[in-house]
């Protein structure tokens, strides 16, 4: 069952004064499945960014759709758009992005609290989510008292507990020492097992190894798409480095 459907894509952003126009993306047009696990990689300025700002109802595109099971986020009123996000999006930024003022709990548990949640029912949604990501014994704490990567489980756990229907990741690994990345990825994997769709950008090509999809973005359009098959991890971080290698060439060798 597909999940997400973008079809057409275009956005074109005038500079100061209205002097010209730059195209970040041109004519982007693919689809994800539900329960699937996609990478989004290019090199910088290729557009990807846009894109995942586009797919997170944060901008709009100049035109083209963006369907979330049906429904078409770029007609979304401006009044509704937060909602949306919270009742359908899960998010995970290099940045962590969490409140140093509330504890961790607290983080997690902002989205449910923006949606008017009881405190029972949050607590409940947390018991299952702390014990999977290794964070119990976190939850009194500051963001300022933990590492990196526990920052990290903290934030996909806020995503995780409003039960999205695609989760966002924008770079999850990029704040990360190595250890703390392979945990990441790990974690990754397995909620998408358990049947979590999630759409990540990165640029590293460890972490887009471990998606069941790659989708290579170069000038604003989608240049090419490496499915895992039945490759392992190791078999797919060869192929797309190739492939980003032949991206600069303006080839890619199946």
Do not use: C, W
Not at 60 to 67: A, E, F, R
Not at 126 to 135: F, N, P, S, T
Not at 161 to 181: N, W
């Amino acid at each position: 069952m597909t999940m997400l459907e973008v079809n057409n894509l275009k956005k074109v952003y005038t500079t100061r004064f209205g002097l010209n126009n730059v195209t970040a993306l041109s004519n982007v047009t693919f689809s994800v499945e539900e329960g699937e696990y996609v990478a989004i990689m290019g090199e910088s300025g290729s557009g990807k960014t846009t894109l995942l700002n586009i797919l997170a109802s944060l901008d709009k595109p100049t035109s083209g759709s963006v369907h979330l099971q049906g429904n078409n986020i770029v007609k979304i009123k401006e009044k509704d758009i937060s909602a949306f996000r919270r009742e359908n999006l899960g998010f995970v930024f290099q940045d962590f992005n969490l409140l140093d003022t509330f504890n961790l709990k607290d983080n997690i548990f902002l989205p449910l609290v923006l949606s008017g949640k009881k405190y029972r029912e949050m607590e409940e949604r947390l018991k299952g989510i702390a014990d999977k990501l290794k964070i119990r014994d976190l939850l009194e704490k500051y963001p300022y008292e933990v590492s990196g990567g526990q920052k990290q489980r903290v934030a996909i756990a806020r995503a995780l507990i409003s039960h999205p229907r695609l989760i966002l990741a924008d770079e999850p690994t990029g704040a990360l020492d190595s250890r703390s990345a392979d945990q990441l990825l790990e974690l990754f994997k397995t909620i998408n097992q358990e049947g979590q769709t999630i759409l990540m950008v990165t640029h590293s090509v460890k972490a887009a190894s471990t998606a069941s999809r790659v989708l290579f973005i170069k000038d604003g359009e989608v240049f090419h798409q490496l499915y895992r098959g039945n490759h392992s991890d190791e078999e797919m971080f060869e192929t797309i480095s190739l492939t980003l290698t032949n991206m600069l060439k303006g080839e890619v060798y199946e």
